[in-house]
């Protein structure tokens, strides 16, 4: 069983930056592929990006594209989305989570392991 922590959430004002952690225990991370989604207020949850096990690439939602960067620190157990150029529109509660799955895993559906979320609010 995996569990995920995220931090570093808070507010920031537009064009600004903001870099999430998700300390993952319970598994070995390098075992996961590893996802960053978000719920705006109002909004379905929605995919931001993941991350690969072995190869680490990265596929992002062309909202992020350009903007958003994930990493991962398999010695330390830890996902980071490093977010750039932030909008009111990124405004959102910011999930991490696990599967092991391969292939294009873009719904949420396709992960197992979730954490609690932390909030960004993007001010104009």
């Known amino acids: 069983q995996v569990q995920l922590v995220e931090s570093g959430g808070g507010l920031v004002q537009a064009g600004g930056s903001l870099k999430l952690s998700c300390v993952a225990s319970?598994?070995?991370?390098?075992?996961?592929?590893m996802g960053w989604f978000r719920q705006g207020p109002g909004k379905e949850r929605e995919f931001v990006g993941y991350i690969t096990q072995v190869s680490g690439s990265t596929y992002y939602a062309d909202s992020v594209k350009g903007r958003f960067t994930i990493s991962r620190d398999n010695a330390k157990s830890t996902l980071y989305l490093q977010m750039n150029s932030l909008k009111p529109e990124d405004t959102a509660v910011y999930y991490c989570?696990?599967?092991?799955?391969?292939?294009?895993?873009?719904?949420?559906?396709?992960?197992?392991?979730w954490g609690q979320g932390t909030q960004v609010t993007v001010s104009s």
């Open positions: 319970g598994g070995t991370l390098r075992s996961y592929r």
């Open positions: 989570a696990a599967t092991a799955r391969s292939g294009l895993t873009t719904q949420d559906y396709h992960y197992n392991y």
